[in-house]
């Protein structure tokens, strides 16, 4: 599964650069502003019901789960799109995007949600070779069909067509693999499997709801104040940094989670060298790639990308602070879960989203979108590192417990 997230992010990361030069950044920054409401409808739709599927045992239960949720995830998204649709026609909010597009977002809301779901599905089934072939074939249908639409002289929409027609060839490829797996929902086993497991709606789906808005809601809230330019350049700096984060985090997480489940229990002490371990490399390794791009990185992406991507340099500067107090964090955030700490995430998440309506106000106030960033960065990076200092000394005491 690894192989596959890690070709899958290659493409789309190689293919987005070449194709954003060709689209432009006003293109590009309404793209990825379609793509915030489509990372943040998933999360609310599907009410973190995916934990409660992989908690289950019986195959009954799992499956009932898995319908369960394809229906009530395409219920509440029709129900949020048709609440955002009555707001813009009644001129209460305009959104800055057209019909169309808020209609498409709606779509693709629908279907992401659902081949997430479906891939939480293989993963309780162990088909990790699924789950990878799936990612492979969103982002090759998708940078194809971009390049093709681009061609087509569909600059405007090309972008998220493209994206939509790649995310659609997933999901049909998961729908024949997961075929035989849907049942009629019986809603009694439904209401007992999700009372049994009631903690992980009631605690996680409130944090994991907020933070995938703080992550993702400054693209949109960019959109209102300033240009649709500024969104496109900012949303390319903050994709080129994120991309070796996520690869890494993506990898190291999921085993620092298992074995930290299992030191927990037997031995705290090593539970901290090991938490450091795995935060010094990873830091190394960001500094070093973030050195590189700020100064080679940056003149390299001058020459490729054309005038119109002016600044691109100081936007990976000013999110620089943020991405590297972000790496120390992010691939051990699982032992939040392991110390039975899940508060600290909750706070830090509401510190998050208050942390974009700031710096977008000062940025709004100062008539500057890069000093927004900035604030955005040293604020949001100073809670990372605040987060991080917290982990680390409730893992200190744990050990001088024992």
Known sequence: MLAGNTI?????????????????????????????YIYILPVLTGLRLDNVMIMQRGSKEIRN????????????????????????????????????ILVLTGIGGVLSVWNLTQNNLFTKYRL????STSLVI?????????????FMGWKETGLI?????????????????????????DIPLFKQSVRENKRIVQYSYPSDAINVVANNIMPILVLIYFSQTDVGIYSMAFKILSVPLMLLAGSVSRVYFQKAVSVNYSDKKRLYDLTLKVIYPNVLIMLVFVILLNTIGVWLLGIFLDEKWTGLGSYILALSFWIMARSAMNPIAPVVMVINKNHYSLIFNIYLLLVNFVALYLGVLKGDFLYCIWVFSFLSGAGYLALLAMVLTELKKNAKRQ
């Open 161 to 185: 067509y493209g994206w939509l027609i790649g995310l659609t060839a997933s999901f049909i490829y998961n729908v024949r693999v997961s075929k035989g797996r849907l049942r009629k929902i």
């Open 8 to 36: 899958s992010k290659i493409i789309a990361t190689i293919g987005g650069l070449f194709l954003a030069n060709f689209y432009g950044p006003d293109n590009y920054g309404v793209y990825n502003v379609f793509l915030s």
């Open 65 to 100: 789960l898995f319908s369960g949720i394809l229906v009530i995830s395409f219920v509440l998204t029709l129900l949020i799109m048709t609440v955002m649709l009555l707001l813009k026609g009644f001129g209460i909010m305009s959104f800055r995007l057209p019909y169309s």
């Open 128 to 131: 990790f070779q699924q789950i």
């Open 138 to 150: 969103s982002s090759l249908f998708a940078v194809a069909f971009q390049a093709v639409f681009y």
